[in-house]
């Protein structure tokens, strides 16, 4: 079986300052994926990479089996794979429907009414809030707004970077809980970025720790989560 | 440490002030302007320089004057502060009564708006002078609404939009000079110039935002004008391009002379001045409701969604995999070619064009129209045109002073409305009932 997403020794940065060095992983369809790390370990440098800015220096990145190395952006958008930004990004002086129509947008043809529905049923507050401005939601709405908004692309990986940064603990877990309902319901394979070590591990099948631009583990996401060393390193030496 | 942190009744103290401690607030803040404006006032009105009788440099001292423009200054202070509350500048961005009323009146404005300017030439009273003016303001109307599609929407900060009004009225020019090509032909082709000037300007600034791509515009703006002047054997240089044909009738002429194959002639009217002027106003308003048209009809599109979403967050935008140059290209051509338009038409009815009237000032007065309008308003950016251009005109018995009317009413706006007459949006689409999104509460400059 071919992973969806493989990275192969992938290299990147901005400017003079190395970001990745050599980084590879690989997610297989319908499996949940995560990456750990800690603040500038290169987590989102890394999604923004597989999205294609900035470009990779060295190795290759193949979705799907096809290399999309150096594509641009919007090309690769369209290929299926869609991503939730870090800090949510949503359009605030845009209404709720309209920030969802612009994820729509990368949808090659066809009716976004399907996916509108798939993403009512999985977050129904933001049905009620349609009419409403995207920068009038609360942030745990603005991330469902912002992970609703990508899966109107119909994709078939979804690059989530850090859902949980700045929500309240049952928040994360109502949107942690709407991803695993996600994958289970319709085997949709998700790469989650995040630096809430424990509930990630928990969610995901298996996990990558990235430490300054290096993955330095990898494995089972409980059996990951059981090593003492991420238990000091990641979940604050126990307490978590 | 912020006053809310101090904790007990002193912080009570500082969030409600009992009326008192706010006429001793306001005092001290206007005692803080007065003192601004002391600064400014002593060396600029307070030390005059005159010719002395020896011929050498005689310094007078104008300390009254000084004082009366420093107790204005105290007096308005304390007055603005007073009325606005304790916090001194804070705007009234709350949707109220006003937001409301506004947006009933705009329900309406807008079909009355139309309905006087398509029955203006008719209104008794209305003459040559009222028809020019109408001219005129229609001509901003329409380089307000083409600005407004890069500025008001897509978010890219222009400040030489006048370019291609200078690239629309040569290229009419030259074009009839040189080709003896007619205004029919010219001014689809002065748009598609200046579309592509736009675009030309687009590549090199497509990583820019803000600050830095408000710079370039401006070189830009000034680089098309320096050009025109120097330029000399092609564009007639500094002297402008004169006797650039008036505009036909669909090929019936205007004359004065009458007669078979002439406008008045054809329709069996008494020849007259008024025709052509009625005829230009015409146009110009069919030019300008096109681009309002366009605009509209844009905005319901991916296109017009995109453009507004790339106001709101580019990368947000390029996550979307929607591709940003494309979008960034099509808003400056578009943009471009409105004002392209206007230029063509501003040529032939002036019927003589030189750099002068492409200066900076004019891009300026252009986005002015369109931040007061509310960005991204098209109603907005209407009335703008019409109370700043047409306050122009109200207030030229005023002479230089209506540049200082004009400025402070700029200030009056900005601090009732910051976000412009309009500052509220429409969603270009729902499901279900449609309802006004207001700009205020979010951050200014989004």
Redesign the interface.
């Given at each position: 079986m071919t992973p969806l997403l493989e990275v192969d020794r992938v290299s990147a940065g901005y400017g003079a300052v190395q970001a990745l060095a050599e980084v590879s992983l690989h997610v297989m369809p319908g499996e949940i994926v995560t990456l750990i790390g800690a603040n500038g370990a290169g987590k989102s440098t890394l999604l923004m990479t597989i999205?294609g800015?900035p470009k990779p220096r060295m190795g290759r990145i193949l979705l799907g089996g096809e290399d999309i190395t150096g594509e641009?952006?919007?090309l690769?958008?369209?290929r299926g794979l869609?991503?939730?930004?870090e800090g949510r990004?949503?359009?605030?002086?845009?209404?709720v429907?309209?920030n969802l129509?612009?994820?729509a947008?990368?949808l090659v043809k066809g009716d976004p009414k399907p996916q509108l529905e798939q993403v009512f049923t999985l977050f129904p507050r933001l049905k009620e809030r349609?009419?409403?401005?995207g920068?009038?939601l609360s942030g745990g709405e603005q991330q469902m707004l912002a992970i609703g908004?990508?899966l109107m692309?119909k994709p078939k990986l979804l690059l989530l970077d850090e859902p949980s940064l700045g929500l309240a603990p049952l928040v994360v877990r109502q949107i942690f809980g709407a991803i695993r309902a996600l994958n289970a319901e319709t085997g949709l394979t998700v790469l989650l970025v995040e630096q809430n070590a424990n509930q990630a591990l928990r969610l995901a099948h298996r996990g990558y720790v990235l430490v300054n631009g290096r993955i330095t583990m990898e494995g089972e996401g409980l059996a990951l989560l059981a090593r003492p060393e991420i238990r000091d390193a990641y979940l604050g030496g126990g307490h978590g | 440490m912020s006053a809310s942190d101090r904790g007990g009744p002193q912080a009570r103290d500082v969030n409600r002030p009992r009326p008192s401690s706010r006429l001793q607030l306001a005092l001290k803040d206007a005692l803080v302007a007065t003192a601004v404006a002391a600064a400014l006032f002593v060396p600029l009105v307070a030390l005059r320089t005159d010719i002395g009788a020896g011929g050498g440099l005689a310094l007078r001292f104008r300390w009254k004057e000084a004082a009366i423009l420093c107790g204005l200054v105290f007096l308005g202070r304390l007055a603005l502060v007073l009325w606005t509350g304790r916090r001194g500048l804070r705007p009234s961005t709350a949707p109220g009564p006003w937001t409301d009323r506004l947006q009933q009146a705009g329900r309406l404005a807008a079909p009355a708006f139309l309905a006087v300017a398509l029955v203006l030439p008719a209104i008794p009273g209305i003459d040559r002078y009222e028809l020019d003016l109408g001219i005129l303001v229609l001509t901003y109307v329409m380089l307000g609404w083409g600005l407004n599609i890069v500025v008001g929407l897509a978010g890219l900060l222009d400040l030489g939009y006048v370019a291609f009004y200078a690239v629309g009225a040569y290229s009419y020019a030259l074009l009839a000079q040189y080709f003896g090509l007619s205004f029919w032909i010219c001014l689809p082709l002065a748009g598609i110039f200046a579309a592509f000037w736009g675009i030309l300007l687009g590549f090199p600034v497509l990583r820019l935002r803000g600050d830095y791509l408000a710079i370039v515009t401006l070189a830009f703006g000034e680089i098309i004008r320096v050009v025109l002047i120097n330029w000399a054997s092609f564009t007639g240089g500094p002297n402008g391009i004169t006797g650039i044909p008036r505009p036909s009738f669909f090929g019936l002429p205007f004359s004065m002379a009458g007669g078979e194959g002439t406008f008045a002639g054809f329709f069996g009217l008494e020849p007259s001045v008024s025709h052509r002027v009625i005829f230009l106003y015409y146009l110009i308003l069919g030019l300008a409701l096109l681009t309002n048209w366009v605009t509209i009809r844009l905005r319901r599109q991916p296109l017009g969604r995109a453009w507004e979403a790339l106001r709101e967050d580019e990368i947000a935008c390029r996550a979307l995999g929607i591709n940003v140059t494309t979008t960034k290209l099509s808003a400056f051509a578009l943009g471009a070619m409105f004002g392209g338009f206007a230029g063509a038409f501003f040529a032939t009815r002036q019927a003589f064009i030189s750099p002068e009237s492409f200066t900076f000032i004019e891009s300026a007065i252009i986005l002015a129209i369109v931040v007061l309008g509310g960005l991204g308003s098209q109603i907005g950016v209407a009335v703008a045109a019409l109370v700043l251009i047409g306050g122009f005109e109200v207030f030229r018995g005023l002479e230089e002073w209506r540049m200082l009317v004009f400025g402070g009413a700029m200030v009056v706006i900005m601090v009732l409305r910051p976000r412009g007459l309009v500052g509220t949006r429409t969603p270009s689409i729902a499901l279900g009932k449609k309802r006004t999104i207001s700009g205020d509460l979010v951050g200014e400059g989004r």
């Amino acid at each position: 079986m071919t992973p969806l997403l493989e990275v192969d020794r992938v290299s990147a940065g901005y400017g003079a300052v190395q970001a990745l060095a050599e980084v590879s992983l690989h997610v297989m369809p319908g499996e949940i994926v995560t990456l750990i790390g800690a603040n500038g370990a290169g987590k989102s440098t890394l999604l923004m990479t597989i999205c294609g800015d900035p470009k990779p220096r060295m190795g290759r990145i193949l979705l799907g089996g096809e290399d999309i190395t150096g594509e641009a952006t919007h090309l690769t958008m369209r290929r299926g794979l869609a991503q939730s930004p870090e800090g949510r990004r949503i359009f605030p002086r845009m209404s709720v429907y309209e920030n969802l129509l612009m994820g729509a947008e990368a949808l090659v043809k066809g009716d976004p009414k399907p996916q509108l529905e798939q993403v009512f049923t999985l977050f129904p507050r933001l049905k009620e809030r349609l009419a409403q401005r995207g920068g009038t939601l609360s942030g745990g709405e603005q991330q469902m707004l912002a992970i609703g908004r990508a899966l109107m692309s119909k994709p078939k990986l979804l690059l989530l970077d850090e859902p949980s940064l700045g929500l309240a603990p049952l928040v994360v877990r109502q949107i942690f809980g709407a991803i695993r309902a996600l994958n289970a319901e319709t085997g949709l394979t998700v790469l989650l970025v995040e630096q809430n070590a424990n509930q990630a591990l928990r969610l995901a099948h298996r996990g990558y720790v990235l430490v300054n631009g290096r993955i330095t583990m990898e494995g089972e996401g409980l059996a990951l989560l059981a090593r003492p060393e991420i238990r000091d390193a990641y979940l604050g030496g126990g307490h978590g | 440490m912020s006053a809310s942190d101090r904790g007990g009744p002193q912080a009570r103290d500082v969030n409600r002030p009992r009326p008192s401690s706010r006429l001793q607030l306001a005092l001290k803040d206007a005692l803080v302007a007065t003192a601004v404006a002391a600064a400014l006032f002593v060396p600029l009105v307070a030390l005059r320089t005159d010719i002395g009788a020896g011929g050498g440099l005689a310094l007078r001292f104008r300390w009254k004057e000084a004082a009366i423009l420093c107790g204005l200054v105290f007096l308005g202070r304390l007055a603005l502060v007073l009325w606005t509350g304790r916090r001194g500048l804070r705007p009234s961005t709350a949707p109220g009564p006003w937001t409301d009323r506004l947006q009933q009146a705009g329900r309406l404005a807008a079909p009355a708006f139309l309905a006087v300017a398509l029955v203006l030439p008719a209104i008794p009273g209305i003459d040559r002078y009222e028809l020019d003016l109408g001219i005129l303001v229609l001509t901003y109307v329409m380089l307000g609404w083409g600005l407004n599609i890069v500025v008001g929407l897509a978010g890219l900060l222009d400040l030489g939009y006048v370019a291609f009004y200078a690239v629309g009225a040569y290229s009419y020019a030259l074009l009839a000079q040189y080709f003896g090509l007619s205004f029919w032909i010219c001014l689809p082709l002065a748009g598609i110039f200046a579309a592509f000037w736009g675009i030309l300007l687009g590549f090199p600034v497509l990583r820019l935002r803000g600050d830095y791509l408000a710079i370039v515009t401006l070189a830009f703006g000034e680089i098309i004008r320096v050009v025109l002047i120097n330029w000399a054997s092609f564009t007639g240089g500094p002297n402008g391009i004169t006797g650039i044909p008036r505009p036909s009738f669909f090929g019936l002429p205007f004359s004065m002379a009458g007669g078979e194959g002439t406008f008045a002639g054809f329709f069996g009217l008494e020849p007259s001045v008024s025709h052509r002027v009625i005829f230009l106003y015409y146009l110009i308003l069919g030019l300008a409701l096109l681009t309002n048209w366009v605009t509209i009809r844009l905005r319901r599109q991916p296109l017009g969604r995109a453009w507004e979403a790339l106001r709101e967050d580019e990368i947000a935008c390029r996550a979307l995999g929607i591709n940003v140059t494309t979008t960034k290209l099509s808003a400056f051509a578009l943009g471009a070619m409105f004002g392209g338009f206007a230029g063509a038409f501003f040529a032939t009815r002036q019927a003589f064009i030189s750099p002068e009237s492409f200066t900076f000032i004019e891009s300026a007065i252009i986005l002015a129209i369109v931040v007061l309008g509310g960005l991204g308003s098209q109603i907005g950016v209407a009335v703008a045109a019409l109370v700043l251009i047409g306050g122009f005109e109200v207030f030229r018995g005023l002479e230089e002073w209506r540049m200082l009317v004009f400025g402070g009413a700029m200030v009056v706006i900005m601090v009732l409305r910051p976000r412009g007459l309009v500052g509220t949006r429409t969603p270009s689409i729902a499901l279900g009932k449609k309802r006004t999104i207001s700009g205020d509460l979010v951050g200014e400059g989004r």
